[in-house]
């Protein structure tokens, strides 16, 4: 494989991989971080009404969850480029320490501001876990052997995130809602003690000062597309002003961050990187298996719950072969690649499947039986399972070791953008075509039903005739979701061909 020559002088040195692999142990408390960092950021939703029971202050509540998102998308690439330049074991376990900092706090919050203020501090914390972990991983294993740490990896996201509403409520109910956050404190202390005696890396030879601009214009291009996917179509319609003034800040802010990180002598994302074919082609991937997986585990249960009947929890178990396919998909590939298989064909496979599996939701009306949409959401598990786990081997592969952090970053960035934009447009498709099959049905009066207040409990209540027409309306708008879903998947698909099959680099490397 042909090597990316620079000029520049590395920044770190600990990014070579020397001497026997880390045990078992050590990629355990790698693994913990992330689940650490991806189960705070769903376990939260079930214990939101008895927060606010206790608290009060119901109409920021909306703000426990968008802060810690903001925060940690935020702070997500400065953590890789701050690994990078001063060792990724000492900012880890820095980032480690804040984000258990911060859930202490929050659980002894006394009132809604306080707990807005501390979900910001653990925020902050959580953008370091999974970055860094990716980091240490990347630099204790090469490409070649980390396939089978990377599938589990892949294994823990969509458990977390299935997974993460079902152990906060029943947390809230066995315990306290407060155990929600200080649950963390066990695991990330066993995480602190694995990673702090377990782990040896090198301490980097040069030391620089952090690109201040290139920081601060990517935290305002972050913050304003974060808001603008939160806020759009909710909150403000998408041609109001506040959307549109978003939209036009988050792009001046990126295009002038493109600019300011040609120049800099260490920027937060090397634009180096990117000269790497397969690394651009892997980010293009993050960015729309991201948008795909939360689209589906967003809107899937709308349908479960409305159209079909069920209770929360029993939705939530009905994506359990979601979760189930995406897993089995990145073990089987993460064995293979780790044995010597090429995985140049997986994305392609991948991409396949996930347009047949998100068509397939085409096929789910009002009088569908119960165990087609969970049987259809496996086909479509594996095949983002079959994109998740190469587009992180290749970013891994396709990176210089002294560029891992900002490659972690950059993967994991782009990944919770294209869910967070890829929530919010698909979600904009699903009010409008609701809203469009209720005037049809019920009249102008139809297009309050979308209001959001409107409970599958409270449907029970209304005329038969309306609840009908609310039932194929959540329908339709599943079927523009599915529509959106396959689009992005073809192109995966289309982009999946022109990756390169590079040869993993080994430790004789």
């Keep these: 494989m042909k090597r990316r020559t620079d000029e520049s002088p590395p920044a770190a040195t600990d990014g070579v991989a020397t001497g026997a692999p880390p045990s078992r142990l050590v990629i355990l408390g790698l693994l913990l971080g992330i689940v650490l960092a991806t189960l705070d950021g769903t376990i939260v939703g079930t214990t939101l009404p008895t927060i606010v029971g206790d608290l009060g202050g119901l109409k920021h509540l909306s703000w426990v969850v968008t802060v810690y998102l903001l925060t940690t998308a935020v702070s997500t690439p400065i953590w890789g480029k701050a690994g990078d330049l001063y060792g990724r074991k000492g900012t880890y376990l820095v980032s480690i320490g804040l984000f258990l900092g911060g859930s202490v ?11 807005i203020a501390f979900r910001a501090v653990q925020g902050l914390g959580a953008g370091g876990l999974f970055v860094g972990a990716l980091s240490l991983i990347g630099t204790l294993l090469t490409p070649a052997e980390a396939g089978r740490a990377q599938s589990l990896i892949g294994v823990l996201l969509p458990a977390a995130t299935i997974g993460g509403p079902l152990l906060g409520g029943f947390l809230t109910d ?8 200080y649950v963390n404190v066990p695991v990330g202390a066993v995480a602190l003690a694995i990673i702090a005696l377990g782990v040896h890396v090198d301490a980097p030879r040069a ?29 403000y319609d998408w041609t109001s002003p506040q959307i549109v003034t978003l939209a036009v800040i988050g792009t001046a802010a990126l295009t002038a961050f493109v600019r300011v990180e040609r120049r800099a002598p260490e920027p937060v994302i ?12 892997a980010q293009v991937l993050s960015f729309a298996t991201g948008a795909a997986m939360l689209a589906a585990a967003s809107y899937l249960p709308q349908y479960m719950q409305f159209v079909q009947g069920m209770s929360s929890t029993r939705s939530g178990l009905y994506l359990v072969p ?7 998909a990145q073990l089987a590939i993460g064995r293979r690649v780790s ?25 789910l009306g009002v009088g569908t039986s119960a165990g087609l949409p969970s049987a259809v ?11 998740m786990q190469p587009s992180m081997l290749i970013t891994m592969n396709s990176a210089e070791p002294r560029d891992m952090g900002a490659a972690s970053a950059t993967t994991t960035l782009l990944r919770t953008i294209g869910g967070a934009l890829g929530v919010a447009v698909l979600g904009s498709v699903y009010t409008a075509r609701m809203a469009a099959s209720l005037s049809e049905s019920l009249g102008p009066d139809g297009e309050r039903l979308t209001g959001g207040d409107l409970t599958p409990a409270l449907l029970l209540d209304l005329p038969a005739a309306t609840q009908d027409a609310f039932r194929e309306a959540v329908t339709h708008g599943l079927h523009g979701v599915a529509l959106g879903t396959a689009a992005l998947c073809a192109v995966v698909f289309a982009t999946s061909w022109l990756i390169r099959e590079a040869p993993l680099r080994g430790r004789a490397e």
């Design 174 to 181: 066995q315990l306290d809602w407060r155990w929600v956050f």
């Design 105 to 115: 706090l929050c659980g002894l919050a006394q009132d809604m501001g306080q707990l």
């Design 377 to 387: 959401t496996f086909v479509l598990g594996v095949g983002v399972g079959c994109l």
């Design 207 to 235: 030391k620089a000062r952090i690109d201040v601009a290139g920081v601060g214009l990517l935290t305002a291009g972050i913050l304003a597309l974060t808001l603008l996917s939160s806020w759009g179509g909710t909150t």
């Design 322 to 328: 979601l979760m189930l396919g995406m897993i089995g």
């Design 339 to 363: 044995n010597g298989g090429r995985y140049r064909m997986y994305p392609i496979a991948g991409g396949a499947m996930a347009t047949v599996g998100a068509l397939a939701l085409l096929t």
């Design 270 to 281: 090397p634009p180096r990187l990117f000269r790497d074919r397969n690394f651009t082609l």
